[in-house]
T-cell receptor
Framework: EPEVTQTPSHQVTQMGQEVILRCVPI?????FYWYRQILGQKVEFLVS????????KSEIFDDQFSVERPDGSNFTLKIRSTKLEDSAMYFC?????????????FGNGTRLTVT | AQSVTQPDIHITVSEGASLELRCNYS??????LFWYVQSPGQGLQLLLK??????LVQGIKGFEAEFKRSQSSFNLRKPSVHWSDAAEYFC?????????????FGGGTRVLVKP
């Protein structure tokens, strides 16, 4: 069964550094998402992306965050200048259609540790 | 704004015993409700979903959930748990928008299975 793949599985970075988290959604999917889960807290929506633009973003997704689909297969999340509080598990997800009948497929996540 | 509460942070159950995980939601309109499972080191896997119709929905791995509008609940059940059911379970509510379709998650319930 096709999967959403995320790389790397674990990323350690120093505060203030830029980090790019990479995702390869399922190939015929059109809707893309990033969620994150700070340790011990809820899974939180960050951003949704469709037709090469952001369709919705949460208040967490400030100017330090950006997303891109650079080549038709990858979907990236960039954090421009990481903060300690950005340490979390970041999940990429994709779905084929907008309907809720179209299931949302999650990747295994990238654990980001900011030191 | 929508919200989801999972009152139980941890549940320990013996193998072969029944399991019920509680979920309460708050949302002004008809909710789209989901249960996801996360095994260690894995992404979120959809167990089942409810949109409308029959309030008792069947999912994968022998799970079922019942939507009770009067109680704003969507509890997950399994008649007889297996050791492989040890995982974290997340309830989520969906908000239908043009392209966003974001999910709001509960805090999760970690299930431990005793032999």
């Amino acid at each position: 069964e096709p999967e959403v793949t995320q790389t790397p599985s674990h990323q350690v970075t120093q505060m203030g550094q830029e980090v790019i988290l990479r995702c390869v959604p399922i190939s015929n999917h059109l809707y893309f998402y990033w969620y994150r889960q700070i340790l011990g807290q809820k899974v939180e929506f960050l951003v949704s992306f469709y037709n090469n633009e952001i369709s919705e973003k949460s208040e967490i997704f400030d100017d330090q965050f950006s997303v891109e689909r650079p080549d038709g297969s990858n979907f990236t999340l960039k954090i421009r200048s990481t903060k300690l509080e950005d340490s979390a598990m970041y999940f990429c997800a994709s779905k084929r259609e907008s309907s809720y009948n179209s299931p949302l497929h999650f990747g295994n996540g990238t654990r980001l540790t900011v030191t | 704004a929508q919200s989801v509460t999972q009152p139980d942070i941890h549940i320990t159950v013996s193998e072969g015993a029944s399991l019920e995980l509680r979920c309460n939601y708050s949302y002004g309109a008809t909710p789209y409700l989901f249960w996801y499972v996360q095994s260690p080191g894995q992404g979120l896997q959809l167990l089942l979903k409810y949109f409308s119709g029959d309030t008792l929905v069947q999912g994968i791995k022998g799970f079922e959930a019942e939507f009770k509008r009067s109680q704003s609940s969507f509890n997950l059940r399994k008649p007889s748990v297996h050791w492989s059911d040890a995982a974290e379970y997340f309830c989520a509510v969906g908000v239908l928008k043009a392209a966003g379709n974001k999910l709001t998650f509960g805090g999760g319930t970690r299930v431990l299975v005793k032999p």
